[in-house]
């Protein structure tokens, strides 16, 4: 990952959209692990079939309401394997937002592969994670961004980013550094909501 991006995803991630406040309208650096995905031929409308909103906003609207349950499923399967002694749960998904980051403003030399704005849809949301460790009960604050990409498969996870810090307002721990986390557990769980909101399977997280 560039220094350009971690420097830029690092200012938007940490915005207290939490609070209530907007995330600003800032410049990114190029996508180029994402071109073939967004190739026009393959960022196209949504086949006939799909079960998915079409619209941004109804699809993380679903998508957050069962986000917890997905990324939990992920967290056990994980546990099982691990014995670290650390149980992490995702209490809550919320405080979405829309507003993205402009593509538009990358510099020449560095948009060999820029993707179009009109093709990735952006969305900034948290999560509440409760971890239990040695009897000691910690929450953290997540802020993630994704960038989704509507394809001839229906909607498709292209990039996420992530950072951490603690969710008490009087905490002093600093956020931790931004970091790819489609491999993470809510992003894995991204992914499968996606897939199963294609097919029309979804599992509602209260299921769980």
Known sequence: MSQAWVKVI?????WPVALGFTPPTVAVVAFPNISSMLNPATAIAAPKNSTCPQDIQSLTTLMLRDLPGYANRVMQRSSRLNSGGLSSYVVVAGNPDFNPINTDLIPQSEAT??????????VFFTTLNREYQGGRITEVQQFHRLFLVQTSQGWQLALMYSRSGSSSSQSSQA??????SINSAVGQAVSTWLRDC????????EKS
Do not use: C, D, F, Y
């Open 10 to 14: 690092g200012s938007v991630l940490s």
């Open 113 to 122: 592969q820029r993707p179009r704005n009109q093709q990735l849809q952006q």
């Open 175 to 180: 956020l931790t550094p931004v970091r790819e």
């Open 198 to 205: 294609q097919a029309g399977t979804l599992r509602n997280s």
